[in-house]
T-cell receptor, first 116, second 114 residues
Framework: KAGVTQTPRYLIKTRGQQVTLSCSPI?????VSWYQQTPGQGLQFLFE???????NKGNFPGRFSGRQFSNSRSEMNVSTLELGDSALYLC???????????????FGSGTRLTVV | GNSVTQMEGPVTLSEEAFLTINCTYT??????LFWYVQYPGEGLQLLLK?????DKGSNKGFEATYRKETTSFHLEKGSVQVSDSAVYFC?????????????FGKGTHLIIQP
């Protein structure tokens, strides 16, 4: 079966712009989580969506937002981009809400965002 | 809050050498523990997991034992191969249901030389 698909794979944006990233989970998975990966901070949890509702949120400013559609596909939006937003953004899907040990997460390959 | 500490590397070994990557954690209660692996240009893949004290997770020759007394989850492999070269992440999930998602260590870059 198809894995977690993230588009686009690479993106270059200018400071001050906004960007939207997309994630299609594994068929049947209803939970989608987003993580930011940078060399300095490592992997950090952004937020989780389940049944079209944001269930959990990490410690990121309001410029970072997301949504989930009825087919479980999710988008993440970053407004007023800053140089420090340059990162690999990873999406993970799961059957159920939360980092549940019994179901686990399946990660996509990520979107590499570069802000110049 | 929860935290995970692991050696960052790079760790360079020869093929067939014994591997240990240390991981210690700070958390309340009994978190679930994971090792993920990331190959170049790819996302994270779950390598193994453990849910309670003294549990041993294992997969593809890798093993890790949940040690509550030392709050550790060290990754080991008896004989590494060049194909094991990757970045390895130790992570934990809050026992309350993962409201804060997974908490990851900084990752250990492993390089295996032929």
């Amino acid at each position: 079966k198809a894995g977690v698909t993230q588009t686009p794979r690479y993106l270059i944006k200018t400071r001050g712009q906004q960007v939207t990233l997309s994630c299609s989970p594994i068929s049947g998975h209803r939970s989608v989580s987003w993580y930011q990966q940078t060399p300095g901070q490592g992997l950090q949890f952004l937020f989780e969506y389940f049944s079209e509702t944001q269930r959990n949120k990490g410690n990121f400013p309001g410029r970072f937002s997301g949504r989930q559609f009825s087919n479980s596909r999710s988008e993440m939006n970053v407004s007023t981009l800053e140089l420090g937003d340059s990162a690999l953004y990873l999406c993970a899907s799961s059957l159920v809400q939360g980092a549940n040990i019994n179901y686990g997460y399946t990660f996509g390959s990520g979107t590499r965002l570069t802000v110049v | 809050g929860n935290s995970v500490t692991q050696m960052e590397g790079p760790v360079t070994l020869s093929e067939e050498a014994f591997l240990t990557i240390n991981c210690t954690y700070t958390a309340t209660g009994y978190p679930s523990l994971f090792w993920y692996v990331q190959y170049p240009g790819e996302g994270l893949q779950l390598l193994l997991k453990a849910t309670k004290a003294d549990d041993k997770g294992s997969n593809k020759g890798f093993e890790a034992t949940y040690r509550k007394e030392t709050t550790s989850f060290h990754l080991e492999k008896g004989s590494v191969q060049v194909s094991d070269s990757a970045v390895y992440f130790c992570a934990l999930s809050d026992p309350g249901g993962g409201a804060d998602g997974l908490t990851f260590g900084k990752g250990t870059h492993l390089i295996i030389q032929p």
